[in-house]
């Protein structure tokens, strides 16, 4: 053996070092010494590629004499432990077979079941106790009990209606407390009494009845738990109905299952209340799902005018997640109150905390330290933080910290609901069902195959591994329609992402997250010239956290990165985040200036495009002409080469039309009309979008020429392309440009017609630029048909809708802006500058929806 010392901090003493279950830990540890004295984070690493991952505080514990270890827990630690006195055999014992993994797991499996039965020996009621053997009753709490009005009254009522009643939720979110609580609720329903059996320190399944019997206060005398149980509670010895509450049950699921559903059979005045991170699954059983505290909205505190820090009254309306963090901080730093100063952070903590109570409790004893202000700068790393430091030190081991909570979460999962967390985990603001089976599961693996030493799953692993995540309430279903959606805490995202970091797999899941979502793109993109445009509009937007972290990271040598930023030109424009979008395309060409390779020119030109249209929709006209150039430049080279004609002149003809929407802005009619003219003649067959867009800039730069007829004939040719294809967004414009034309003809009614089924269309996409758009055209019609402070109100309600986008009022169109001008000095001159200005302040504070809703109606 070469084995050298190895830096690092001094593993704590064994409790009980001469005691079975010291011997055991003692053991292992001296297994890893013998192994070459790995880090744990090294084992943790090597259980990784074994396909049973743990992490390194789960094998820290595991060896620590203060509990006896699950068998899994426990062959993963000899596992790993040989595996890496494999890779380094100049650190580990040297001795022949020393590391003969089948010989030492037999070995150490004897070991563990030892240890493992004097364990349960040392806690198992005594089998010669007295009849009148103590009852368990539930615990005091110490700690004021907050919010869960309707869980407690949902929990009484499920406890009058059956007869098995299991708690779950996430780790830390409040099922102990609850159960106790409910229970206190509902005891005098229960005159044969309410009995406690805390399973969280049982390791061995047989232990389970063992230990009810003891809560029921019910001695042995020989007999299984069963039959003892059943004769002092049955119809022979009724002492009246009693309330058996089984608290975590996670980790012995089968054992307290089958135990529960043979006690409910054999003793009909029993109810059990279970408390656990999963459903037991037995017949009968009612599971009341506990979620985190409510949090408060994102509403502004209240307005004050005093100087000093004004505590707020009880019943201020925060919600049970601020109410339960002050309590608990008020416990840590005497004095610590709710005032109208401190309100904002304190209510932005318990939103970045989700209204996990442990999260809140250990979060407020950091306050003897640091202000709410700092704990908030902290979060991104509230593994760490909310640590030993703040930990209660009488709470069992595993809820001590919030690591601690997921560590035991994780032990608990299966490899493939392990490899499932960890994928997921790189999701933003929650993934569909569908989704998350597409980017978990591996192509080429057969349906059920589960992980295997590449890590792949089959789809139906997959599925069976979420719908585990979602039974621990790892993953939370979430309504979204007719389509099932899955989300997780932030907290639990956080953990599985630096499982997956440690896992080296992060590469590969963004890799898939990208992929997929930027796919999910193209193929919207592929359906904005039909009658699904708006189905797949609102598909994407309920994918916009998701659509912005591929983006983020967004790789043109990644097959399908140009196809699908291309592919968001309509969402980013049509949902009003044309900022954002801008944003996020000028970051794509910063990164990939010129194309990659010859076969991706043609998707680097179509991507490029949409930069272009959108900075210049921004206002930023020197950056989208610096891009044209830039795909001009591309186009001239592929042509000289003798490229694909018919891909290349699609992409000349919509650069083409992109050159004339940019003159259309800045009212150059001639410019507009080179342009646009172009593009229907560089393409035998130009992409329908692009020959409506290119009718309509002729039409409106015929509009500005004063030549009317031709405008209405171009803008009806492009009318006609969209009512046939059945899309709406084209659609709606091209009513608001025959609208202008009606109104510049003097036909004010049909404009009015024409605009509200252009707001109609407007709404229903959800387009709200384009829907103050057409609201500054009816302003003006209102103001000529002689209601001019409506059309003050409209005015105001339009210019508020354009300030979160960043872009310019009417997109900059020249014609536009002046026309608008002119409407509001009129409007201002019949109304009076005082009445135009409380009109155009009120529908500027009532928003367009509110203020459309009235004028539509």
């Not at 109609?760 to 000529?784: F, H, N």
């Amino acid at each position: 053996m070469g084995r050298m010392p190895r830096p690092g901090r001094r593993p704590l003493p064994v409790p009980d070092p001469g005691s079975p279950l010291g011997l055991f830990a003692r053991d292992l540890r001296a297994l890893r010494e013998r192994a070459g004295d790995p880090s744990y984070q090294a084992l943790a690493q090597q259980s990784g590629r074994l396909g049973s991952p743990y992490s390194a505080t789960s094998l820290r514990n595991a060896a620590s004499g203060r509990a006896v270890p699950s068998w899994e827990l426990t062959r993963t630690f000899v596992r790993a432990c040989a595996a890496f006195a494999r890779e380094h055999p100049e650190r580990a014992d040297d001795r022949p077979h020393a590391w003969d993994e089948p010989v030492l797991l037999d070995a150490w499996q004897a070991r563990w079941r030892e240890a493992a039965l004097h364990d349960a020996l040392a806690d198992a009621p005594s089998r010669s106790a007295p009849r009148d053997a103590p009852r368990s009753r539930p615990p005091r709490p110490l700690t004021r009990f907050v919010g869960r009005g309707s869980e407690l009254d949902e929990g009484a009522r499920l406890l009058g209606a059956a007869r098995l009643v299991t708690l779950t939720g996430v780790g830390g979110v409040g099922k102990t407390r609850l159960a106790l609580r409910l229970a206190e609720t509902v005891a005098d329903l229960f005159p044969g009494g309410v009995r406690w059996a805390e399973l969280a320190a049982l390791t061995a399944p047989e232990m389970v009845g063992h230990t009810v019997a003891a809560a029921l206060g019910v001695p042995l005398e020989g007999r299984t738990p069963l039959d003892a149980v059943a004769e002092a509670l049955g119809p022979r010895a009724p002492d009246g109905d009693v309330l058996l509450v089984l608290d975590n049950c996670e980790h012995l699921l089968d054992a307290t299952a089958a135990l529960c559903h043979a006690l409910l059979q054999a003793v009909p005045n029993l109810r059990v209340l279970a408390s656990s991170r999963q459903p037991l699954n037995v017949p009968g059983e009612h599971v009341l799902r506990v979620g985190p505290l409510p949090v408060p909205g994102d509403a502004p505190p209240p307005e004050h005018t005093d100087a000093h820090s004004n505590p707020l009254p009880e019943d201020a309306g925060c919600g049970a997640a601020v109410e339960l963090f002050v309590d608990r901080a008020a416990a840590a730093v005497p004095g610590f109150r709710l005032t109208t100063e401190n309100r904002a952070a304190v209510e932005r903590l318990c939103r970045r905390l989700e209204g996990l109570p442990l999260a809140l409790e250990l979060a407020a004893r950091w306050l003897r330290l640091l202000s709410v202000e700092e704990l908030l700068e902290r979060l991104d790393q509230r593994l760490n933080l909310l640590g030993a430091a703040g930990a209660d030190r009488t709470a069992p081991a595993r809820h001590r910290t919030l690591r601690a909570v997921f560590d035991w979460s994780h032990d608990l999962c299966p490899p493939e609901e392990r490899l499932v967390w960890e994928r997921l985990s790189v999701c933003a603001d929650g993934v569909r069902l569908a989704d998350a089976e597409a980017l978990c599961a591996d192509a080429g693996l057969g349906t059920t195959a589960g992980p295997g030493t590449d890590g792949g799953l089959g789809a139906s692993a997959v599925l069976d591994a979420i719908a585990g995540l979602v039974d621990k309430s790892l993953l939370l279903r979430v309504e979204s329609g007719d389509r099932t959606r899955l989300r997780m805490l932030e907290t639990v995202r956080l953990y599985g992402r630096e499982c997956l970091a440690a896992s080296r797999r992060e590469a590969d899941a963004r890799s898939r997250h990208r992929a997929h979502y930027l796919g999910l793109a193209r193929r919207a993109e592929a359906e904005y010239g039909t009658a699904r445009q708006q189905s797949w509009l609102l598909r994407l937007t309920g994918e916009h956290a998701n659509l912005r972290q591929a983006l983020r990271t967004a790789d043109g040598a990644e097959p399908g990165t140009f196809e699908g930023a291309f592919g968001l030109w309509l969402y980013w424009i049509a949902g009003g985040d044309i900022g954002e979008g801008a944003h996020w395309m000028r970051q794509l060409a910063e990164r990939h200036p010129t194309p990659p390779d010859d076969a991706s020119a043609p998707a680097w030109c179509r991507a490029m495009w949409t930069t272009a249209f959108l900075v210049r929709m921004h206002g930023d006209v020197e950056s989208a002409e610096s891009v044209i150039d830039r795909i001009d430049a591309v186009l001239a080279e592929h042509g000289a080469r003798g490229a694909d004609e018919g891909e290349w002149a699609g992409i000349a003809a919509a650069t083409a039309q992109l050159r004339g929407l940019s003159a259309l802005l800045l009212s150059d009619a001639e410019g507009t009309e080179k342009h646009s003219a172009a593009a229907l003649r560089t393409a035998e067959r130009p992409s329908m979008l692009t020959r409506q867009q290119a009718l309509a800039q002729l039409g409106l730069a015929a509009s500005m020429r004063g030549r009317h007829e031709e405008a209405a004939r171009l803008i009806g040719r492009a009318l006609e392309i969209a009512e046939a294809s059945g899309e709406s967004w084209h659609r709606s414009y091209l009513l608001w440009i025959l609208a202008i034309e009606d109104i510049e003809t003097g036909a004010p009614d049909r404009a009015l017609r024409l605009l509200r089924s252009s707001l109609a269309l407007k709404r229903r996409l959800g387009d709200r630029l384009g829907a103050a758009t057409v609201s500054e055209t009816l302003a003006g019609v209102l103001a000529r048909c002689g209601d001019p402070r409506t059309a003050a109100v409209l005015m105001g309600a339009a210019q508020a809708a354009w300030q979160p986008a960043g872009a310019p009022q009417l997109w900059g169109f020249a014609a536009l802006v002046e026309h608008r001008e002119r409407a509001v000095a009129e409007v201002r001159r019949l109304l009076g500058r005082d009445a135009f200005e409380r009109s155009h302040g009120e529908g500027g504070r009532a928003g367009l929806d509110r203020v459309l809703d009235a004028v539509l109606d």
